[in-house]
């Protein structure tokens, strides 16, 4: 089981642990026209899942903008994903304010498929602990990274280097 602090408080995160070989489970989530997203449209894919709490702190917008930023250079087969329990109408301001371009930005506030599905909901605060997945274009987990410390960053480079060695 994952062991994760928020604030440096521990919190319960239900669910089950993804596994880098596993098949990676599908979820629905909510786009910021409200329409609902899944894993499934975007088979055939890299993906990147970005999972991040908040969009509206420090370390989750700082995140958010690094892949963005990373994107472009990722190529036409991957897609960069970050989910998060902020509102679809939070996400689309945020996306606004900061001229987002290269990532997707959901939601999973309504009925938190992916934090279930990905073992990343945080019980006692009803949002997503910050992790990064990779899901190769055949739907298999080839990279996880739960971080330990909610208010950590992820390691960025580790996680590029994973979607690039599926690309190349």
Same mark, same amino acid.
């Given at each position: ?77 991957? +897609? ?16 606004? +304010? ?46 996880? +990274? ?23």
């Amino acid at each position: 089981m994952v062991q994760v602090t928020f604030k440096q408080n521990p919190v319960t995160l239900p669910g089950k642990e993804v596994q880098v070989g596993e098949q990676a489970p599908n979820f629905t989530v909510l786009a910021n026209d409200l329409s609902s997203v899944s894993l499934e449209d975007t088979a055939g894919k890299v993906r990147l899942i970005s999972v991040v709490p908040s969009l509206d702190t420090g370390v989750c917008s700082l995140q958010s903008k690094r892949f963005d930023q990373e994107a472009a250079s990722l190529g036409d087969n991957v +897609e960069v994903l970050t989910v998060s329990a902020d509102l679809p109408f939070a996400q689309k301001r945020w996306a606004e +304010e900061n001229g987002t371009k290269g990532i997707a930005l959901l939601s999973d506030h309504r009925d938190l498929s992916f934090g279930e599905a990905y073992g990343t909901t945080m019980q006692e605060l009803r949002l997503l602990a910050r992790s990064i997945f990779v899901i190769d274009d055949k739907d298999q987990v080839a990279y996880v +990274e739960y971080v330990p410390e909610g208010t950590d960053h992820p390691n960025y480079d580790k996680a590029i280097e994973a979607v690039k060695a599926l690309t190349n």
